[in-house]
């Protein structure tokens, strides 16, 4: 049977042997279909000695000890692909740290883009995870043996496989480069819900003082909206009918009703008034209310698609050669700022990134390298420049 933990003194006894261990694998199972709010409907949890499944969801449960147990600095925390548990966790007021995202990991270690879990898994300890309980409800009970034992063995066998991922990285000298990306995982403003940052989800599409103030204001009585009838934002309002609202700025029901994004009928709903409210809001004063965008990007040189294609190959290529994800050392945006200026303020042009790609990023648009597909292969050659005449 699996070791299931549904008292508050179970879980403290099981979070103070757990204090003494160098690290706890965890993972969480949740629904959130049909709300705002994730539910959060199991923990599970295992150190190199033990392991449990906790039920947030049983009668009287405190998760207390266990949160407390989330921010204690003396005891790593491991996750795979650490995003979502981690939202939830920050809605509980309990931000995981210090924390190890074996995702991020295997990105440096040579397993590929965002591997999956069971992939990593299957590559790392050659077992094939049991998927049959993957689309189980997790918030109806009881649960079967079964059920726990597979929402378990996510915890089990990244208990195992954690130790060797992180020694793989430091005998390649690359543990330092991925602990800045772990870092920033528990940055709380990327868990905002605050409903006036809320815009900041959208892509704004015009620059005007009015459309960015309905922008926002819209944004955020649907985020508020969300928020107090915990449904998914989405099923208050689309993100393309808060475009069309920002842009048309209809300020009266039959306004919204000639709306194309809007669903026929909004204006009449319960939805209806708060909607034109907080368009009014917007119009009320938008040069004071409109949000601050980013300073723009210069407009990139003439030639620079052709500089960004080159850049894309260069690095795939040292992505290959180095075996590290390419995701991992430079996105789209890193290479069009790079295209741009060579002194761009992106991350590929700084420490390890600089090493890995940016230098010969640089080097490539001065031409004193170049790529040379050889066999199918592309290789990356030095350009030999002869005297000048």
């Known amino acids: 049977m699996t070791r299931t933990i549904t008292t508050t003194d179970e879980l403290a006894a099981f979070c103070r042997s757990l204090e003494t261990a160098p690290f706890v694998a965890v993972d969480t199972e949740f629904m959130r279909e049909t709300t705002y709010w994730p539910i959060l409907c199991l923990i599970q949890a295992a150190s190199p000695l033990e392991a449990a499944v906790i039920d947030p969801l049983a009668p009287g449960l405190d998760l207390s000890p266990f949160l407390e147990l989330l921010t204690n600095p003396n005891v790593e925390k491991v996750f795979h692909a650490a995003r979502q548990d981690i939202e939830i966790f920050n809605n509980l007021k309990a931000m995981p740290t210090p924390l190890f995202d074996t995702q991020v990991a295997a990105m440096a270690a040579g397993y590929g883009e965002q591997v999956a879990y069971d992939s990593l898994v299957r590559s790392m300890l050659k077992i094939d995870l049991d998927k049959s309980s993957r689309f189980t409800d997790w918030a109806r009970r009881p649960l079967a043996d079964s ?50 940052n809320a815009w900041k989800r959208l892509k704004p599409k015009r620059t005007s003082d009015k459309y960015l103030s309905v922008l926002k204001s819209v944004a955020a009585w649907r985020e508020r909206t969300a928020q107090e009838r915990d449904q998914p934002r989405g099923r208050i309002l689309k993100d393309d009918a808060i475009e069309e609202l920002a842009t048309q700025a209809p300020t009266d029901a039959d306004g919204l009703n000639r709306l194309r994004s809007v669903p026929k009928g909004f204006a009449g709903s319960k939805f209806g008034a708060g909607l034109l409210e907080a368009i009014h809001s917007g119009l009320k004063n938008p040069e004071k209310t409109a949000p601050v965008l980013d300073a723009r990007k210069p407009p990139p040189p003439q030639g620079a698609g052709a500089t960004v294609e080159l850049l894309k190959v260069l690095l795939k290529a040292r992505a290959e050669d180095s075996g590290v994800a390419s995701k991992l050392i430079a996105t789209v945006s890193d290479l069009e700022a790079i295209a741009a200026d060579d002194d761009a303020d992106t991350p590929a042009l700084k420490g390890w990134r600089f090493e890995a790609f940016g230098e010969d990023a640089l080097r490539l648009k001065r031409g004193e390298l170049a790529l040379v597909l050889d066999d199918n292969r592309v290789r990356v050659v030095e350009v030999r420049r002869g005297p000048r005449a």
């Open 147 to 196: 059920q726990l034992s597979y929402a378990l063995a996510d915890v089990t066998h990244l208990a195992t496989l954690y130790p060797m991922l992180r020694d793989k990285l430091e005998s390649a000298g690359r543990l330092s480069w991925v602990k800045g990306d772990m870092a920033s995982l528990v940055d709380p403003a990327l868990y905002d819900s605050d409903p006036e």
